[in-house]
């Protein structure tokens, strides 16, 4: 279909695909400890919880290329909608943690392939607007992420946490909708996307390149620090004698940081020749946040936290130069599986570490040293990512 409406209906679908990849994550966090008074929900649920998303967003990394090249970046966008409004709605009928987990699974794989499948979308159907439709789409997906914690505790104030939780499928089955439109219209793309499978010549070609090597790290460890902050930030503040609504909210700022800065760095991007500056003063903040957090937590606990939402900016950054980066839509998909599959196993083990380290010694700086030392290593690898130039 190609028509006036035509890209304003994908403008749509982006959005409303963008802000449901992340709710079901940060939505959860400050309900744990609510959840835990009426479900028995032990250590090991918690490590697994925090560990799924970054795990499972790594492996559809690596086979959403594979779906696409088979059945169409729209139909796989509509197929990943429907797998986070099924398992976002049924885990929270249910009153398994077992089954919570399986029901999860189902949701963070749909948002996993959301998370590929959204830039090569944007460079086909918007080749000459890539920073504003980048823009649309990372401002949208911190959007997502900010709102929930925000709202979670006061909605479960009205109607319990299983309510809380099933406010965000019933925004899935809204994107369900719109993208069953596109799919029935099938808006035809101005850039061609060819046939391209994560595992043949074009990963081949990527793993030989130092600078896709440096992307995912730096893409994998800007995920690592965020998905320990999505998992522990409440918990570390309730536990520093803060309420749960008051550590909540901190959450929902620190994702706010990063939807604020999302407006403004794909565009900042394009025109910087490195965003290797912007690396590092991120980086200097999030290890400043976490010195914080860690020594003086109950002496500016807003500051540490707006500190860490800077510091996890390089999120939404990261994910502009996957789109301004690549050569075209084929080089975009490809490259958006690798930097996130690789990146997001290397994220997968960051709740995890982070979980053993809390619960298993009374001092924190073991935990502590492991994120920091993270942040050093992102620091070194930035030079090459951020380096101007297709990759």
């Not at 006036?4 to 990849?21: D, E, T």
Request: aromatic share 8%.
């Amino acid at each position: 279909m190609r028509s006036a409406s035509a890209p304003f209906l994908v403008v749509a679908g982006i959005v409303v695909a963008a802000f449901n990849l992340r709710p079901g994550v940060t939505g959860l966090s400050p309900l744990l400890d609510m959840m835990g008074a009426e479900i028995e929900l032990g250590a090991v649920f918690l490590a697994i919880i925090g560990m799924l998303p970054p795990l499972l967003y790594g492996l559809s990394g690596f086979i959403t290329p594979r779906l696409v090249n088979r059945h169409s970046a729209i139909t796989i966008t509509l197929a990943a909608m429907i797998l986070i409004a099924v398992g976002s709605g049924v885990r929270a009928v249910l009153d398994s943690p077992g089954w919570f987990l399986v029901l999860s699974v189902i949701a963070l794989v749909g948002m996993g392939i959301g998370n590929v499948v959204l830039p090569p979308i944007v460079k086909s159907h918007f080749p000459h607007r890539v920073a504003l439709m980048s823009t649309v789409h990372v401002g949208l997906l911190q959007l997502g992420t900010f709102l929930p914690p925000l709202v979670a505790v006061p909605l479960a104030s009205t109607w319990g946490w299983r309510g809380s939780l099933l406010v965000w499928a019933v925004c899935a089955a809204v994107a369900i909708a719109v993208w069953v439109l596109i799919a029935v219209l099938r808006p035809a793309p101005r850039a061609a996307v060819t046939s391209t499978v994560v595992g043949g010549d074009e990963l081949h070609r990527l793993l030989r390149t130092r600078r896709g090597w440096s992307l995912m790290t730096m893409t994998g460890l800007t995920s690592f620090n965020n998905f320990i902050l999505f998992t522990w930030l409440p918990l570390l503040l309730i536990r520093s004698g803060f309420s749960a609504s008051f550590a909540g909210s901190m959450l929902a700022l620190v994702a706010a940081i990063p939807l604020v800065l999302g407006f403004v760095l794909p565009a900042l991007a394009q025109r910087l020749r490195t965003a290797a500056p912007i690396v590092v003063a991120f980086c200097v903040c999030l290890a400043a946040g976490y010195l914080g957090l860690w020594l003086l937590p109950q002496v500016a606990p807003v500051l540490w936290t707006v500190l860490l939402g800077v510091g996890i900016s390089t999120f939404p950054l990261a994910l502009t130069l996957i789109t301004l980066r690549a050569r075209d839509a084929e080089a975009a998909a490809a490259l958006s599986g690798f930097v996130q599959g690789g990146g997001y196993l290397l994220a997968a083990t960051g709740p995890l570490i982070f979980a053993f380290l809390v619960q298993s010694s009374e001092r924190l700086w073991p935990a502590f040293a492991v994120v920091l030392a993270s942040v050093v290593v992102k620091l070194l690898v930035s030079f090459s990512a951020c380096r101007p130039g297709h990759i």
